[in-house]
């Protein structure tokens, strides 16, 4: 391994660890640094922390105002104690931190100066956040000042009514009360609860007819469940300290608004978004499992039940499978049956037609039921089932919305046959627990095409599934067959597909940017400890490298860390003489980019980078018209 490799590695190991769990730690000293990087582009951001430190200090009402050029944050629950911004920062009590999160994004978009009142005395910063103590005593109250652009506050009213909804604390924000979103429009409804909380939060209520069951969750959470949901409220809802952060609902869960209080979960580095540790993953599977309860009771009945709870039947045919109750789901399969036939013609209302049932949907169904027809061996039966859903398949209309039996649907134009292998694999894969290293070695062959033809949304969307199924693995307490190795290639493959896509959009500087640097700062840490066990790096693991810091140098030049590039071109440049005919295109951009960057005094470097320039340029004339890549490889090496 070359000097400037280990250097790099150390410095990851030493920036932060990976940890199973999904956690990225990074050291207090360092944080502010690490923040700038993974800064959010949203202003508003530092009200939805506001909110979270309110409730975390026990608040009942929280207000914020607006007078001569000043926003004024306060509320009536206890504050904590802060001498200067080092120990409020370097706190662990999440209130703290809340507090933190909330002034260094106020800070960063749009104030100049924050005034911390306490009865004792003021702690001032500026935008710097360099803090000093003022002797200005008064009651407990955050005011921001010097705002940095003309902001019209009112317009963040919407975004605090949607995403604090679920706050114990009212919100009165400029002298005006908010009010909790309207009720969910719903044909039917069920809500469940765990354990009681000191405060009942304010959930939002269905609308229309309905019935409300029993208690059948026993947790340290507590959700609401509204299915049958008209509008596009749907989902899973997760509220932390009283703020809202969307989700995409458990797989096979369609069409039911989940609202989960779950203020254990942490947050990423940008502050705005959940981190999908192994606790979020398990609380999902906690709602897939308990949800088959919930099931049991809505079908005491299913002769009188109506057609729109097909949809949720679905859900709970994937609890019975997980379960080994192949009875049970072939007899929901047979009723669902019933009620929808197994021709073209929908018997549902127009509305449910729509929102329920479309015919990729009723066609994913039908493949279902071939399935389990075939694991309760009934071989002509599953036939037969197969041959109708290949039949509704060919005659869908291709822009048919929520067409994948998934939560989410991918992003880019599809062809009926690559909607056709998608919608099998998502039946698979929900199916047959065995089939899951096949619908694995599919997805693998189907992103390599996709990189082929440069869909590279469609290579995310394929990699972000593989990367699930192991996330999945592993919150069963399993571990994926490909190791530890397999993982950080994996969220490698994740983020090189996503800088990819951001690139050919040209999309600017957003939170995908950073989100794509967390992947490969993950891969990288998770990645070096096998490297270290190396004398140098195995040739089938240079391609994956070179993937690797080219996509981390894109992401340095679009925040502007040119520098840090820098440092990344040299590492790249010198990995790529062990492997002189690979990524020649690439080999030419970095050299010509470096060669920018040096200064008047770096003369002898510029003259090696010229002659290794026209090197490479000689190359390129004599090999051929494309060259392999990571991907070809790397996929090619998987199907042998």
């Known amino acids: ?47 939805l922390h506001w909110v979270r430190f309110a409730n975390l200090c026990g608040a009942r ?25 080092s120990t409020l920062w370097g706190a662990d009590h999440p209130r703290e931190r809340a507090l933190a999160y909330c002034l260094w994004n106020a800070m960063r978009v749009n104030f100049d100066e924050a005034r911390l009142h306490s009865p004792e005395d003021c702690l001032v910063l500026d935008s710097a956040l360099e803090a000093r103590m003022e002797p200005h005593p008064g009651a407990f109250r955050l005011v921001l000042s010097k705002p940095k652009k003309n902001t019209v506050w009112e317009e963040y009213r919407g975004m605090l009514a949607e995403r604090c909804a679920f706050s114990p604390a009212v919100i009165t924000f400029l002298d005006r009360e908010l009010e909790p979103p309207p009720g969910v429009a719903s044909s039917f409804h069920s809500i469940f609860r765990g354990c009681e909380l000191q405060r009942e939060p304010r959930w939002p209520r269905p609308v229309g007819a309905g019935e409300t069951l029993p208690q059948v969750v ?42 989960l209080s779950a203020n254990d979960l942490a947050l990423d580095l940008s502050g705005e978004r959940l981190v999908h540790t192994k ?74 037609k729509d929102r329920f049932l479309n015919d990729w949907q009723r066609a994913a169904f039908l493949y279902r039921f071939a399935l389990i027809s075939l694991l309760m061996k009934d071989a002509s039966g599953g036939r037969h089932l197969g041959e109708q859903a290949e039949k509704v398949w060919q005659e869908a209309d291709l822009n048919e919305p929520r067409w994948l039996p998934m939560a989410e649907v991918p992003e880019g134009h599809l062809s009926r046959a690559e909607k056709l292998n998608l919608s099998r694999l998502a039946v698979e894969e929900q199916t047959l627990e065995d089939g899951t290293e096949r619908v694995r070695r599919m997805l693998d062959e189907q992103a390599e095409q996709f990189r082929e033809q440069d869909r590279w949304s469609l290579v995310l969307y394929c990699h972000r599934w593989l990367l699930e199924l192991d996330q999945a693995t592993l919150s069963r307490g399993g571990e994926p067959k490909a ?32 989100e794509a640097q967390v992947y490969l700062n993950q891969a990288l840490t998770g990645w070096s400890g096998q490297l270290d066990r190396q004398v140098s790096i195995a040739e089938e693991d240079r391609g994956t490298l070179l993937e690797i810091l080219d996509a981390l140098i894109h992401i340095h030049l679009a925040l502007g860390q040119n520098e840090g590039a820098r440092r990344l071109m040299e590492v790249w440049l010198e990995e ?27 003369k002898a470097l510029q003259t090696q980078l010229e002659l290794r320039a026209n090197k490479v340029k000689q190359q390129l004339k004599e090999s051929r018209p494309s060259t392999l890549d990571l991907f070809t490889r790397f996929f090619r090496r998987g199907r042998s």
């Open 483 to 514: 190791g530890r190795r397999g993982m950080a290639i994996r969220r490698a493959l994740v983020g090189i597909a996503m800088i990819r896509h951001l690139r050919q959009k040209a999309t600017p500087l957003n939170q995908d940017w950073y």
């Open 218 to 259: 026993r947790s340290s959470y507590i959700a609401s469940v509204f299915i049958g949901v008209r509008d596009e409220r749907q989902g899973l809802y997760v509220v932390l300290d009283g703020v809202c952060y969307p989700t995409s609902a458990p797989k096979g869960l369609p069409r039911l608004y989940v609202v």
């Open 61 to 85: 009402h929280t207000r914020i105002s607006w007078q001569d050029s000043q926003l004024s944050l306060s509320h009536d629950g206890d504050w904590p104690t802060f001498s200067s911004w």
């Open 279 to 352: 606790t979020f993953a398990s609380l999902r599977e906690w709602l897939e499992r308990d949800l088959d309860s919930f099931f049991r009771l809505m079908i005491r009945d299913l002769d009188n039940a109506p057609a729109g709870l097909v949809p949720y039947l679905e859900a709970f045919i994937s609890v019975r499978l997980r379960a080994k109750d192949f009875t049970g789901a072939y007899q929901i399969c047979r009723w669902v049956l019933r009620k929808i036939g197994a021709g073209s013609a929908v018997r549902l209302e127009d509305w449910q």
């Open 576 to 602: 790529q003489c062990e492997a002189p005919n690979l990524y020649l295109e690439q080999c030419l951009e970095h050299l010509q980019r470096l060669k920018k960057m040096l200064g008047p005094g770096d």
């Open 1 to 47: 391994m070359s000097q400037l490799l280990q250097e790099l590695l150390d410095d990851y190991a030493a920036d932060g660890e990976w940890h199973s769990s999904g956690r990225f730690t990074i050291d207090d000293a360092r944080a502010r640094d690490v923040l700038v990087r993974f800064q959010s582009n949203n202003p508003g951001l530092f009200l």
